[in-house]
């Protein structure tokens, strides 16, 4: 059964650059699927971020893709988000998925000087 | 970018009852659609996709049934445990990926 683990900084400054990595375990990311990045700010509904294919084709919200970067390692079974030029708006809990049928337990995100 | 309408946004029901959430595309997205049920602290949770294929282990009474642009969620016997957020995701091949704004079941 794929597991599916985040992991990274809880605070982050405002302007600064939020890393996230997600570690799967069960399933080989390089075997298919789409791997992404959801978001829940406290209280609110989800947005979808973006993903990578296993062949490291990407896609992205329009809204945040100026700033997204989703990245695969297929040597460390793992995927990455990385999030420039931080506000409070990003203040989140951020689940890693596997297409829509896996996610992660979520990682609380709050962006504050 | 597709939108997706979910209604109700809070539904107040009893045990027992049969409970249905309706979801809307703004443009046809085939079959693609799935269904998540999220309990306060917990991540989301799949319990359909392709709009009517239930996810293993997830109790009969949950259904799901449309195509193109127009879906629903239907709880055949609403039991205490079901009290929680419901939301759609269409995954369709037009990204980005978008949800519904979700739907609160309440207890009456």
């Known amino acids: 059964q794929v597991q599916l683990q985040e992991s990274g900084p809880g605070l982050v400054k405002p302007s600064e650059t939020l890393s996230l990595t997600c570690v799967v375990s069960g399933y080989s990311i390089s075997s298919g699927f789409h791997w992404g990045w959801i978001r829940q700010p406290p209280g609110k509904g989800l947005e979808w971020i973006g993903n990578v294919y296993h062949s490291g084709s990407t896609n992205y919200n329009p809204s945040l893709k100026s700033r997204v970067t989703i990245s695969i390692d297929t040597s460390k079974n793992q995927f990455s988000l990385i999030l420039s030029s931080v506000t409070a708006a990003d203040t989140a809990i951020y689940y890693c998925v596997r297409g829509v049928d896996s996610w992660g337990q979520g990682t609380l995100v709050t962006i504050s000087s | ?108």
């Not at chain 2, 249905?20 to 306060?40: D, E, G, H, V, Y």
């Open chain 2, 1 to 108: 970018d597709i939108q997706m309408t979910q209604s109700p946004s809070t539904l107040s029901a009893s045990v027992g009852d049969r409970v249905t959430i309706t979801c809307r595309a703004s443009q046809s997205i085939n079959q693609w659609l799935a269904w998540f049920q999220q309990k306060p602290g917990e991540a989301p949770k799949l319990l359909l996709y392709e709009a009517s294929t239930s996810k293993s282990g997830v109790p009969s009474r949950f259904s799901g049934s449309g195509f193109g642009t127009e879906f629903t969620l239907t709880i055949s016997s609403l039991q205490p445990d079901d009290f929680a957020t419901y939301y759609c995701q269409q995954y369709d091949s037009n990204f980005p990926w978008t949800f519904g704004q979700g739907t609160k079941v309440e207890i009456k």
